[in-house]
């Protein structure tokens, strides 16, 4: 196949001839009407033809990352594959590489000469996939996107070439004196390339069989599935994860049988603990995975924890089918995918195949609550699909009134509602019966830090730290709550390590920012905001410019974006949220009022974590609007305001 490059301006393949230049794109014969993100994702795929391009690479390059969570790149793949005629299932031009991110596997010819990246070509100029915004300029939305499963990113750390910690993070749980096990994504050894989701439901069921375990402290899928074909050896691996054993396989699924090769090894010096090849009729798939789990755990003296909380937390469908089963691993692998409108097609398969499926009706609906909340739909549509959401999580907590996941289900719901007593009471009983799940972990870690309880939420992400020791997510999403904490010290340390674990060409990190303007720190603000991508630079450096000497500078940084209406001429009203940061800076609170007002439901789900919002947080126009869209008053927030973290850094000095 003749590759793609960064010198190519023009491609064809099939009947479709692109031309990166004139952003014309022809489909047997017929110009499409192509978004300019969507053309700008379907360039850089090409110029990368036969690579995987990560979904953080895709992100950086055609918007600057910060802003869009990867389902609005799932949006765009999937508007690409309809104009150009591919299929999702049995994929002729673009692949998803589960967990990484896109290919183009179409056969190019030659290409013509020259071509700018995404980045560089013009401004939209007309409709757009709107990205999701948040309360602070960051990864938000793509943390709701990670919410109700893994909710999960994405995710962020999946890429491969990545720039690995010198030590692991430092313990900071109770859980790193149990003996860590690390589950590796079992090979996929099926004839057919699409069985990958059945190999990774395994390798996921298997996390968390052990995970029901006394005494075992299991790495996390966003972790261990990192070293999906790597190349490293057992110690690097389990020094990169912190795991004292490591299990590795290979299934294949071949008509109604199944086979497993599974090994446990002790990672200190490579030995094997237990082995066993299987080879079982595929309706003893349950049976299988049970006794798997068990020799294992045997291996290592754990002992099982009660049978109330291994059933409660279940992925199996009670009634037994083996074809729910399937249809919800095919779920799980488009969930994983961010795929959600997908996710929710198997999930709602599986539950017509069992009724009794409750974890298929908590990830039936999480996949709506995301949609409705983050895809911009019509407002019918997303309140249909919200009625939706709630009708399956009531459901799953009907059926299993002790699972984490249908709990962690209504927190979700209410929080993206701003029903903040129903969300905080639904989190803590979800952590309560799933304390080691890292997907109930990481998503109630959001809710508890949008209603501003953050040593709650701080606790909850620093035992996320011992199970997913390489979810970098994560480590942005402690460094955000260090900030709001006033605790700027460490929340560079994490950004630090963050940043060491993202692929290499990875951009400044949003939050680095916002510790320079909590120190006041005009200079180092300025300069991390014009090495940020240029989509979002203009907005970094005005809020920079805000904190500086120069006043007709900041006068000016301010006008060039409140000129700028591109971002609200395509719903983009983060705008809206960036500008009443700045006026929050310049301690205008009539003006920080005005713009908030103006902003978008997303930008509010972390307005109670935000420094520079809340140093209004007693002003009678802020508690208003917090009380009327359902936000507990500001007072109550545990997060500091910008000026407090000022007056303790100088107390300190």
């Known amino acids: 196949m003749e590759q793609g490059n960064a010198q190519a301006t023009g491609y064809r393949f099939d009947d479709v001839e692109v031309d990166a230049r004139r952003h014309r794109v022809v489909r047997a014969g017929a110009e499409l009407a192509l978004e300019p993100k969507v053309l700008a994702v379907l360039v850089e795929l090409l110029r990368h033809a036969g690579d995987v391009v990560a979904r953080d690479a895709l992100l950086d390059a055609v918007w600057g990352h910060r802003h869009v969570t990867p389902a609005v790149l799932n949006r765009v793949v999937a508007i690409l594959r309809r104009e150009l005629g591919d299929d999702a299932d049995h994929p002729r031009l ?37 990205p999701s915004s948040r309360s602070q300029p960051s990864r938000i939305p793509w943390h709701v996107v990670s919410w109700v499963l893994t909710l999960l990113a994405i995710m962020a750390a999946g890429a491969s070439g990545m720039l690995w910690l010198r030590s692991a993070p430092p313990a900071v749980d109770a859980a790193a004196s149990r003996s860590a096990i690390a589950v590796l994504p079992l090979a996929n050894a099926s004839p057919a390339a699409d069985q990958q989701f059945f190999s990774d439901g395994l390798s996921d069921n298997l996390i968390d069989a052990l995970s029901r375990f006394d005494g075992l402290k299991v790495i996390g899928r966003m972790s261990s599935f990192q070293f999906r074909d790597g190349k490293d050896d057992g110690r690097a691996i389990g020094a990169k994860l912190g795991a004292d054993y490591l299990v590795g396989g290979s299934v294949q699924r071949v008509d109604d049988t199944v086979r497993i090769s599974a090994a446990l090894t002790r990672v200190v010096d490579g030995s094997t603990l237990w082995a066993e090849h299987y080879d079982r009729p595929y309706k003893d798939l349950f049976a299988l995975q049970d006794e798997i789990a068990q020799a294992i755990a045997a291996a290592l003296h754990a002992r099982l924890l009660p049978a109330n909380t291994v059933a409660a937390q279940s992925d199996r469908p009670p009634g037994g089918s083996i074809e729910a089963y399937n249809a919800y691993l095919q779920g799980l692998k488009y969930w994983h995918d961010q795929e959600f409108r997908t996710a929710a097609r198997y999930m709602a398969e599986a539950v017509q195949l069992d009724p009794g499926y409750a974890v298929a009706w908590a990830h039936l609906s999480g996949a709506w609550s995301t949609v409705a909340t983050f895809w911009h739909e019509a407002p019918d549509v997303a309140g249909e699909h919200m009625r939706e959401a709630r009708l399956a999580a009531d459901k799953a907590l009907q059926l299993a009134p002790g699972s984490g996941q249908a709990h962690a289900a209504r927190a979700y719901i209410a929080v993206y509602t701003f029903d903040h007593r129903t969300a905080l009471a639904e989190c803590r009983r979800a952590v309560q019966l799933a304390p080691d799940d890292a997907t109930i972990l990481n998503g109630c870690g959001f809710v508890l830090a949008q209603i501003g309880k953050l040593g709650e939420a701080i606790r909850l992400r620093e035992h996320l730290l011992s199970i997913e020791p390489l979810y970098t997510v994560n480590f942005f999403e402690y460094t955000r709550l260090q900030v709001a904490s006033g605790r700027l010290d460490e929340a560079a340390k994490y950004i630090r390590i963050g940043e060491s674990l993202s692929p290499p060409g990875s951009d400044v990190n949003y939050q680095a920012v916002y510790v320079a303007l909590a120190r006041d720190d005009a200079k180092a603000a300025l300069d991390i905001a014009t090495r940020m991508p240029a989509a979002y630079r203009d907005a970094y450096v005005m809020l920079a410019a805000q904190i500086g000497p ?4 900041a006068d000016a940084a301010l006008a060039k974006v409140l000129a700028n209406d591109a971002w609200s001429r395509h719903g983009l009203n983060t705008r809206s949220y960036l500008i009443a940061q700045a006026y929050a800076l310049r301690g205008d609170a009539d003006g920080t009022m005005h713009w908030l007002e103006r902003a978008s439901t997303p930008d509010f789900l972390f307005l109670l974590t935000d420094p520079l919002i809340l140093r209004f947080r007693d002003a009678p126009r802020l508690v208003a609007f917090c009380a009327k869209i359902g936000l507990p008053p500001p007072a109550e927030s545990e997060a500091l305001g910008i000026d407090r973290i000022r007056a303790v850094l100088a107390k300190g000095r």
């Open 94 to 130: 673009i692949r998803t590489v589960h967990g990484i991110g896109y290919a183009f596997i179409g056969v190019l010819e030659t290409p013509v000469a020259s071509a700018p990246p995404a980045s560089q070509l013009p401004p939209p100029v007309g409709p757009q996939a709107a």
């Open 550 to 553: 120069d006043r007709a500078a």
